[in-house]
């Protein structure tokens, strides 16, 4: 079964800096990555989606990369901003699934002050 | 952008109540999805449907029901609603295969319900 690891766990920053989220997963037979981005009390929404065959994806200040074989996933955030502040997920498509499965990390807690 | 609804947003009730979670998305998708997240904690896909009448159970082993008489609406049922049920519930819908890699496992999430059994 896919087990899909985030840390930090928890990270507080002041405004301005850049920061990097990790991901890593156990199976690398995935068909793609999604980052989501979830405020308190609500539900996800996608930021990035990689398909396996690509190395990186960009939007805006959010830059994903995605190393397969070594099973890891990056999420760089540029001049974070207080609004930046939420729960940061990783999600895996595994591969082999008609259903389109994800199987998801607990998520990284991102706080940003001013 | 994703048009995906659920209702009630927040619901407190009592033990041994009845209780529906509706979820309804008007993009079309086939298949759907609910999850079920503690605080913390990663999301657990509870059950989940490949189209109008069919209906499978996920990972986490729940005690709810659900059912899929139309395309656009995925309702969750607890028969009788208990502590241990208390949690956020996530409904999540995707696109049909069509041949995009892109499209197939993207999925589009709703805003959720925060159940409190008590």
């Known amino acids: 079964k896919q087990e899909v690891t985030q840390i930090p766990a928890a990270l507080s920053v002041p405004e301005g800096e850049n920061l990097v989220l990790n991901c890593s997963f156990t199976?690398?037979?995935?068909?793609?990555l999604q980052w989501f981005r979830q405020d308190p009390g609500k539900g996800l929404t996608s930021l990035l989606l990689?398909?396996?065959?690509?190395r990186e994806q960009t939007s805006g200040r959010l830059n994903a990369s995605l190393d397969k074989s070594s099973g890891r996933s990056t999420l760089y955030i540029a001049a974070s901003q207080p609004g930046d502040s939420a729960t940061y997920l990783c999600?895996?498509?595994?591969?082999?699934?008609?259903?389109?499965?994800?199987?998801f990390g607990r998520g990284t807690q991102l706080t940003v002050w001013p | 952008e994703a048009d995906i609804y659920q209702t009630p947003r927040y619901l407190v009730i009592g033990t041994g109540k009845k209780i529906t979670l509706e979820c309804s998305q008007t993009?079309?998708?086939?298949?759907m999805y609910w999850y079920q997240q503690d605080p913390g904690m990663e999301l657990h896909l509870i059950h989940y449907?490949?189209?109008?009448?069919?209906?499978e159970k996920g990972d986490l082993s729940s005690e709810s029901t659900v059912s899929r008489i139309r395309t656009e609406h995925f309702p969750l049922t607890l028969e009788s609603a208990r502590p241990s049920h208390t949690s956020q519930y996530l409904c999540?819908?995707?696109?049909?295969?069509?041949?995009?890699?892109?499209?197939?496992?993207?999925?589009?999430f709703g805003p959720g319900t925060r159940l409190t059994v008590t």
């Open positions: 993009m079309g998708h086939d298949k």
């Open positions: 999600a895996v498509g595994a591969r082999g699934s008609t259903l389109g499965r994800l199987y």
């Open positions: 999540a819908s995707s696109p049909p295969r069509s041949g995009q890699p892109n499209s197939y496992y993207e999925q589009y």
């Open positions: 199976d690398s037979a995935i068909y793609n």
């Open positions: 990689i398909q396996s065959s690509q």
């Open positions: 449907s490949y189209g109008v009448n069919s209906t």
